[in-house]
């Protein structure tokens, strides 16, 4: 998750600040972010990199999604789509 609200293991989030910085960080060291189907040409690419985050919580469009679009990135989210109905924290509404 992105967020300060954290609600589970502490391991698996990230404050939208700390996020932000890591972003900051890409975009003005030259990375190139890059989707999945970019790895087979991936060694053409310069400093590529491939952001993905789990669960596809609410925070995901919330906190992440303007930051991606801040610094230009992309991301990949892996949304567990099963639990989307009765979790208020998967839910992007």
Do not use: C
């Amino acid at each position: 998750g992105v967020t300060n609200d954290v609600w589970g293991a502490t391991d698996l989030f990230v404050r939208p600040e700390d996020l932000e910085a890591q972003l900051q960080y890409l975009a003005e060291n030259g990375y190139t972010p890059i989707w999945f189907e970019d790895l087979a040409r991936v060694d053409r690419i310069e400093k590529p990199v491939l952001l993905t985050f789990d669960d596809g919580y609410a925070d995901n469009y919330h906190e992440l999604f303007p930051l991606l679009q801040k610094y230009g990135m992309k991301a990949t989210i892996f949304v567990i789509t099963g639990t989307i109905d009765y979790n208020p924290r998967k839910s992007y509404v």
